[in-house]
C-alpha cells in the first residue's frame, strides 16, 4: 500500500510513450533475464516479455535514464533505481529478486573485474569510518528487525523451526563447541558487535573474553550489557582495532568481521593470529561470507550498505591469512543455507516495522535495505554467496577433536 | 638384530677416524637438529653431541660421502644413506624420526623451491607409469602388511581402539555418509586402488559404481574380488585414466588419487568434474594428502617411493580444481592424526613381516619401506602433513545435510 504510494509520486510525470529506442533496450534487458521469468515492463505499460511461462513478477522501470543505466551497469543501477523509486517490483520482492540473481549467475564481468582491480584499501582510519557508515545508523534501528540480542550475523538453526533467538545461541554455541573452549581459558574476540557472542563465552563457558570493536554505539551498549549482567570481570570490551591486539590467547574467535578487513590488510590479521594464538594448544575460528571464487561484493552493496567489504573465497582466507601465520585448516563448514534463513527472519521482522522504519529514515533508506535483505537472502539460497566457518589451529597444536562425532554427542557447555 | 647385521656389512671397512673437517660438518648437522635430542655420531663413534638432556636416540653416519650428502641435500641423502645402510638410526626408528620431524618443521628452503619448480607434468602415459611403479610392485607385497581388503588410505578410527579392518570400513561409511548416497543412485570413482570401497558403495548403499584405475594387478584383483561377491552388475571396474571419464553421475568421489594427478593437471580435474558432476543433486568428495602450504613432497620420498606425486595446500585445490568446475565446498575436515594412527597400524604389520619382505625384496627395499612409513607417520602426527576430505556441490545444488549433526545421528547405511 505504502509502497505503491511512493512509486506513484514518481510515476505520475512520466506517462511518455516509451520510443523505440526504449524497446530496443528493453528486449536486450528481458534477454538478459530471460531465465528468471520475470517480466519487464515500461514506463508506459509496454513489454517485451514473450516468454510461454506465466511470470513470477515484474520489474518495472519507470524513466528512460534508469533503463539505460540497467543496460550499461545493472549491478548499481538495479539497486539506485529501486531504492529511488524509479524502479519497482510488482510480486514478492524475495521470489522476483532470487529468479533475478538465479538468472544472472555466472563467469564475473569485465565491469566486476574492473571494480576488483581499482579497489581501495582500508587505513586504520577507513576501517573506523566504513564500520561507523553501517553500524553507527543507531541501534535502534537494529533494534527493529533484529533479534533481543542483536545478533547482526548468520544464525545456525540446529532445529530449522526454532525461532530466531534460539538459532542465534545455537550459532554462539557451535562456536564454543568448535574451538572447544575451557572454563578459565582466555579468548580474543575481533569485532564483537553488540557482545552477545564475547557475552554468551563467558557465562556459558567461563572463559575470559577481550573483545574488540571500532563502534562506538555498539560497544557503549555491550558495555552496558556487561555491568548489567554483572560479567565486566569476565568480559573486557576494548574500542580499538582487531590490528592493535595484543598478548596470547587461547582462542581467536571472529564472526562476521573478515568482510570488512579487506584483501589488502589479511596479512595484518594473519600478523595478528601468529602474534596473539598461543602455539601449542591454541585455535581459532573465523566464520564470514565468503564466494567459491574471488570476486568484488556487488557494486550497489559496496557503494550504498557497506562501504570497503569484501566477500573472500576459501582460497584467499587459507593463503593470505591463514598459511602465512602457520595455521593449520583442520575443520570448515559451508552455512549458506542458514543465512538465508536467518534473512528470512530479519526481513519479516524488518517488514512488520517498515512503517517505523520509513518514517524515521525516509523511503529511500527503507527501500535500499528491503532490497539489500531480499538481495542477500536470495545470494545465500542460490548459492551466490557461501558462508564459511573455519576451524584453524597453529601448526603445532592438533585438531581439536578425534572425531566430529564428539562435537554433535551432546551440548558440552560447562557451566 | 637383522638390521645391525646389514649395518656391520657396511661399517667394518670405514674404522677410519674422522677428520678435523669431518668433525665440523658434523657440528652443523647436530645445530641444526639441536631441538632433536637425537644425537649424531660418526662412523669413528665420534660425536659433536653436547646437549644436557639425554638423547632419544642416534643417527649414526657411517661414511664420509653420507655426511657430506646430509648437509648439502639432506632431504634426498637422509633417506638414500638410511635406505643403502650408510646411516643407522638408534633408539626406536619412529620416535627419532617424529623428533627429526619436528625439529625441522618450517618455511620450505631453497632447494625445495628450486624442486618445486621444476617438477614434470605428467602425461597420461607418465602417470601410468608413475603409478605402475608404486602399486604394481605386486599386491602380495601389500597384503603382508595392508588390511584384509587392500586399503591403501587414511582410516578412520570411529573409535580410537578399533582395528584397522574396523577403521578402513568406517571410513568408507563416512565417506557414503558424507555423500549422502541414496540406493539406485550412480557414482564415479577417480583411483579405486584394490576396488574396497567402490565395492562397500555399492554393498552397503545400493549404488552403482564405475570405478577408474591404471594399475593392472589392482583391477585384476578387483575385478576377480567383484565376480565372487556377485557384484559385476553394480560395480564396473574400468581400466583407464580418470581423465576419461565420461558420462553424468549422482556422485564423484576420490580417495587418494589427487596425490598422483600433478598439480600440471588439475585443470583436467576440474574440466572432469564439470563434465561428469550432475548439476542439480549432483556432488562429489575428495579424500588426499594435503599441506597448509604449497611446497613439493620430500625430495626422497618422490623419488624412491612416489614418483610424479605432490600433495596440494587446500587453496590449490580450492583454486585449481574446484572453483574453475563451479563447485561450492561444503564441508571440509582434517584427518591427519587418523592418517598417523592408520600408518602406526602399517608399520607394526609391516614390521611383523619385515623378514619376509627382506627375503623377498632385498634390504634396501625392507629399509626404504620402513623410513617412509615412520617418516609418513611423523609428518601427519607434527602436522606437516595433512589429510584434507573435501566435499563440494555444483553451485546449482544446495549442501547435502541441513546440519552436520544428521551425519553422526546414526549410520544410514541403506541396506
Redesign the interface.
Given at each position: 500500500m505504502q509502497r505503491s504510494q511512493v512509486v506513484d509520486a514518481y510515476t505520475a510525470p512520466l506517462q511518455l510513450p516509451a520510443r523505440i529506442f526504449d524497446r530496443w533496450l528493453a528486449v536486450r534487458l528481458q534477454r538478459a533475464i530471460a531465465p528468471a521469468a520475470v517480466r519487464l515492463e515500461l514506463w508506459d505499460g509496454s513489454s517485451p516479455y514473450s516468454i510461454d511461462t506465466s511470470p513470477i513478477g515484474s520489474v518495472l522501470v519507470l524513466d528512460r535514464a534508469a533503463l539505460i543505466g540497467l543496460i550499461i551497469d545493472p549491478d548499481l543501477w538495479f539497486g539506485d533505481a529501486y531504492m529511488a523509486g524509479r524502479l519497482e517490483i510488482r510480486g514478492d520482492l524475495g521470489t522476483v529478486v532470487e529468479a533475478l540473481t538465479r538468472a544472472t549467475?555466472g563467469p564475473p564481468t569485465w565491469r566486476e573485474r574492473v571494480r576488483g582491480a581499482l579497489e581501495r584499501p582500508n587505513s586504520l582510519g577507513h576501517a573506523r569510518c566504513n564500520v561507523q557508515h553501517h553500524y553507527d545508523l543507531g541501534n535502534e534501528f537494529y533494534q527493529q528487525w533484529l533479534d533481543e540480542d542483536l545478533v547482526y550475523t548468520c544464525a545456525?538453526?540446529?532445529d530449522?523451526q526454532m525461532t530466531l533467538e534460539a538459532a542465534q545461541h545455537a550459532k554462539f554455541d557451535l562456536v564454543c563447541r568448535k574451538l572447544r573452549l575451557q572454563p578459565g581459558e582466555s579468548v580474543v574476540e575481533a569485532g564483537c558487535g553488540w557482545g552477545a557472542l564475547a557475552l554468551y563465552m563467558a557465562r556459558k563457558y567461563g572463559v575470559h573474553v577481550k573483545a574488540f570493536n571500532v563502534s562506538h554505539e555498539q560497544l557503549a551498549y555491550a558495555r552496558d550489557r556487561a555491568k548489567h549482567e554483572g560479567m565486566t570481570n569476565r568480559v573486557d570490551f576494548i574500542d580499538d582495532d582487531y590490528r592493535n591486539v595484543h598478548g596470547e590467547y587461547d582462542a581467536f574467535v571472529s564472526v562476521g568481521m573478515l568482510e570488512h578487513v579487506g584483501l589488502h590488510h589479511y596479512h595484518s590479521l594473519s600478523e595478528v593470529l601468529r602474534r596473539v594464538v598461543r602455539r601449542t594448544g591454541g585455535r581459532g575460528l573465523l566464520h564470514f561470507i565468503g564466494r567459491?571464487?574471488p570476486r568484488p561484493l556487488n557494486a550497489w552493496t559496496r557503494r550504498r550498505i557497506f562501504p570497503g567489504a569484501y566477500a573472500p573465497?576459501?582460497?584467499?582466507v587459507?593463503?593470505r591469512v591463514?598459511?602465512?601465520s602457520?595455521?593449520?585448516?583442520?575443520?570448515?563448514?559451508?552455512l549458506?543455507?542458514h543465512y538465508a534463513r536467518t534473512l528470512a527472519h530479519w526481513r519479516a521482522r524488518f517488514g512488520n516495522a517498515e512503517e517505523q522504519i520509513r518514517a524515521r529514515y525516509g523511503a529511500n533508506f527503507e527501500r535500499a535495505w528491503q532490497l539489500y535483505l531480499a538481495g542477500s537472502q536470495a545470494a545465500f539460497s542460490t548459492?551466490w554467496m557461501?558462508l564459511?566457518q573455519v576451524v584453524f589451529v597453529p601448526?603445532?597444536?592438533?585438531?581439536l577433536y578425534?572425531?566430529?562425532?564428539e562435537?554433535?554427542?551432546a551440548n558440552n557447555a560447562q557451566l
Open positions: 549467475l545456525y538453526f540446529e530449522p567459491d571464487a573465497s576459501l582460497a584467499e587459507a593463503t591463514l598459511a602465512p602457520g595455521m593449520s585448516i583442520v575443520d570448515v563448514e559451508n549458506r543455507l548459492g557461501q564459511f601448526l603445532e597444536s592438533a585438531p578425534w572425531t566430529r562425532a562435537m554433535y554427542a
